[in-house]
């Protein structure tokens, strides 16, 4: 019974939050099948492409991946500490009618929470 | 240094090796002179990473920057402190700290069981061996920490200034400590079952071990959770990240094997079981460090991609097999000789506790591995953030809370209904009135007014309990009240040792149940303006800018608060832009954010800077966080709890011989 009961909740659990991982270009080529749907996107911060009006805190931005494809992100909250170009982050959140990544969160995966941060800044 | 640093890793490799395969060796032909050699040799281990840590140690202090890790993780700035905390900032160091430590708790295993457990002694010695065996491997092939520059820079990349916090000195080596004293009891347990003593020797070898695992744990897992709080500026202190989880899955599996134990030093059941969670709990400790470390699963802090999670995931897998294939040849040898009385006997209640411990830890597993399962299995990568977690845990939480509360109260074996009813009516009278006082006081949402009875319930049976130890004691030895509370306490440390954990943990449930009532808000203002937010006002009265060292610039800003219209005092949230100098030299700017929190026991006011603009307005974010303070006093009350229960007991030798001489 407890059994049954803990599986139950797991299993809603996983209905109500899941929310699907894509990369910029597996979301760039769906296009508007993807629309309303909630996603997590993983990508790098585009060099130079960083707006922010701190007063209103709303920030926009482009991600981009390997495949050099990119995705224009909106972002109203709090810019986190760590944010910055080249930078790996996570957005959750939904792709709008605007064709643009309306976040409702933004992780900044500091490389580690033990590892150094900006590592773009070693040589190579 | 760094030469003699190096050497003593490669050398601690061999001595390692040999501990592992000579005492079984010994063993088998009987030849105890070679056990004896290899117990040698693991201290040898211990002394050659000794050794390893101080020349790591001097390389930080001194600021040698030809080494990698040294460069990567300090600078001339960095405050002495934080340089030697340096030693477990990176995942290298941390592998050496983690050998150092389970040297330091082998040699202790060692000394404290020179007459004891003889026959046991091989095989911990062996299996102690193998789990160091790792580490060294990882040390000399996978992670060297003292590798070496490309070339000489004149000064460090610096600490993440994020890490730049004393919960950082404390947390991860707690953690670390907790994990590796778990080695222990798996050692203990593995070792009965290779030499099939299967009475409970092992049990009671570690069982100090185990809580004090368990405490490490406990603590390791608040401070992380408080320097969340404080430092990350998100204003909460649990996001359910994979690498939280990771900590916290052992625990809830620990915490169900420090139960189960009782039932069978008490009435020898239970058997198979305990020696499954040992091995469940040990592999977790060892799953979590896989996954954080492999980029199998991608969090928010997981470590650079290297080879040190193949070598987990290898010795992983090991540990499955090994332990499996004891416990199934074994189990028909550990079939219980006593059977259950009652479904109400204490023993099937804490049965019961442990199954949903057990569920407890697989659904935060199922949670936190649910993409890779989804890939699998749909070829889709599916993640499930925080509600998947609070919508399982919550029941799960509150179920276990309300245990706290019932275990306690069953007799062992069957017990009367007369029995219950006296045990259960006062506490029950008392939550029904504090249920209704909550009630009338504005808690009228289900979810928060059944924890808080709950709390209440599980509160009033300890008290009473406690409360009913003292007259009695205060009677038959004609002591006052408080001398019979301490005598009571001391003389049976660990049953009042666990009674206060439980208190602990009713009062960190009073401190998560905050978090429903929690509220935030945020806005941009100039001087002069205010914030509002429930029954506080702040008002934003000035910022101050200075420039404390080269690799530094603080911008403080003071807010007036007030509450019910009455002044309490100033916060002073920072923004602080720290300077990291790259491999040229040049300054990199990073900035963090100190937010500044107000607290008091009924909530926490939690004020970020967020940004300033060039019109002097600026941008904050401020939490009302109800009753938080009481997670961390709950916490370490569980841990003055678990303290209390590992403290030498002479009477609880000696009951435990007279219970054994009269069986």
């Given at each position: ?65 390997d ?32 064709g643009?990544?309306?976040?409702d969160?933004l ?18 | 240094?760094n ?17 592992m ?13 070679m ?18 840590a ?8 001194s ?34 700290f ?14 404290q ?22 580490f ?62 299967f ?10 071990w185990t809580?004090?695992?368990w ?22 202190y ?44 040990f ?11 492999s ?10 991609k290297?080879?040190v ?7 992983l ?5 090994f ?18 009385d ?97 009630l ?7 979810l928060?007014?059944a ?45 009042y040792g ?7 943990v009713?009062?960190?449930f ?23 937010i ?6 934003y009265?000035?910022?101050?800018y ?7 610039k ?8 007030e ?6 005092g ?17 300054l ?16 926490d ?59």
């Amino acid at each position: 019974m407890l059994v049954v009961a803990i599986g139950y909740l797991i299993f809603t659990g996983v209905q109500v939050s899941s929310s699907y991982y894509y990369t910029v270009s597996e979301v760039v080529s769906m296009g508007n099948k993807v629309q309303g749907a909630s996603l997590r996107l993983e990508g790098k911060v585009s060099p130079g492409s960083i707006q922010a009006d701190h007063g209103n805190l709303n920030l926009e931005f482009d991600i981009f991946d390997d495949s050099e494809k990119s995705m224009p992100v909106v972002y109203k909250g709090i810019i986190p500490d760590l944010f910055q170009e080249n930078l790996d982050v996570v957005v959750e959140g939904t792709v709008g009618q605007d064709g643009k990544f309306h976040a409702d969160r933004l992780l900044t995966s500091c490389p580690s929470k033990y590892e150094a941060a900006a590592q773009d800044t070693s040589p190579n | 240094m760094n030469e003699i640093g190096e050497f003593s890793l490669l050398l601690a490799l061999f001595f390692a090796t040999y501990a592992m395969v000579v005492p079984v060796i010994g063993d088998r032909l009987g030849k105890w002179q070679m056990v004896a050699s290899a117990e040698y040799a693991l201290v040898v281990v211990f002394g050659l990473h000794i050794t390893a840590a101080i020349c790591l140690l001097v390389a930080l202090y001194s600021g040698d920057f030809t080494l990698d890790y040294v460069y990567s993780y300090t600078n001339r700035d960095l405050n002495w402190l934080y340089k030697l905390s340096a030693f477990w900032a990176g995942q290298k160091g941390s592998l050496l700290f983690w050998a150092l430590i389970l040297g330091f708790f082998a040699t202790i295993v060692l000394l404290q069981n020179r007459d004891r457990n003889r026959t046991l002694m091989p095989y911990v010695v062996s299996i102690i061996s193998a789990t160091l065996l790792l580490f060294c491997l990882l040390t000399v092939f996978s992670a060297p920490v003292f590798e070496k520059m490309p070339f000489i820079p004149s000064d460090g990349h610096g600490l993440n200034p994020m890490l730049q916090n004393p919960g950082m000195i404390f947390h991860p080596p707690t953690l670390y400590i907790g994990f590796v004293a778990f080695t222990i009891p798996f050692a203990f347990a593995m070792s009965a079952m290779i030499t099939r003593n299967f009475g409970d020797i092992w049990i009671r070898t570690t069982r100090r071990w185990t809580i004090f695992s368990w405490l490490f744990l406990t603590i390791g897992n608040l401070l992380g959770a408080n320097w969340a709080y404080v430092e990350l500026g998100w204003g909460g202190y649990w996001a359910w990240d994979p690498v939280e989880n990771a900590s916290f899955m052992p625990w809830l599996t620990c915490t169900a094997f420090l139960h189960s134990v009782m039932i069978q030093e008490k009435k020898d059941m239970l058997k198979i079981w305990n020696v499954t969670l040992v091995a469940i709990t040990f592999a977790l400790t060892i799953f979590g460090t896989f996954i954080t470390r492999s980029g199998l699963i991608s969090s928010v802090h997981s470590f650079g991609k290297t080879t040190v999670g193949v070598f987990f995931g290898l010795f992983l897998i090991g540990v499955i097999i090994f332990s499996t294939y004891l416990i199934i040849t074994r189990a028909s040898d550990l079939k219980s000789s006593n059977e259950l009385d009652s479904v109400l006997s204490r023993e099937a209640s804490f049965m019961f506790n442990n199954l949903v411990l057990l569920g407890a830890a697989f659904a935060v597993l199922w949670g936190t591995i649910f993409p890779v399962i989804s890939e699998l299995i749909r070829g889709q990568k599916i993640t499930v953030g925080p509600p998947f977690f609070n919508q399982v845990m919550v029941p799960i939480g509150l179920l276990l809370l309300l245990l706290t509360g019932l275990c306690p109260l069953i007799a062992w074996r069957k017990s009367t209904t007369i029995n219950y009813l006296k045990n259960f009516i006062v506490p029950i009278a008392i939550t029904f009135i504090g249920a209704i006082t909550i009630l009338f006081n504005g808690i009228t949402e289900p979810l928060p007014l059944a924890s808080f009875t709950i709390c209440i319930f599980v509160g009033s049976t300890i008290v009473i309990e406690i409360m009913r130890g003292i007259v009695s004691r205060a009677k038959t030895a004609e002591e006052n009240y408080i001398k019979a509370l301490i005598n009571l306490f001391w003389r049976n440390k660990r049953r009042y040792g666990g009674y206060i954990v439980h208190l602990g943990v009713v009062f960190f449930f009073v401190g998560l149940t905050g978090a429903y009532y929690n509220t935030e808000t945020e806005k941009t203002i100039s001087p002069g303006e205010r914030i509002e937010i429930k029954n506080y006002v702040l008002t934003y009265y000035k910022y101050d800018y200075t420039k404390p060292n080269e690799t530094l610039k603080k911008l403080k800003a003071t807010l007036l608060v007030e509450r019910d219209g009455e002044k309490v005092g100033y916060v002073q949230p920072e923004r602080n832009i720290h300077f990291s100098k790259d491999i040229r030299g040049r300054l990199a700017p990073q900035p963090t954010s100190e937010v500044a929190i107000y607290t008091t026991p009924k909530e926490d006011l939690y004020v970020i800077f967020a940004s300033l603009n060039e019109d002097e307005s600026a941008t904050f974010k401020v939490h009302i966080n109800p009753l938080v303070f009481w997670v961390w006093v709950g916490g370490y009350i569980m841990g003055f709890g678990s303290i209390l229960a590992i403290w030498p007991d002479s009477r609880e030798k000696k009951r435990f011989l007279a219970r054994h001489a009269e069986a």
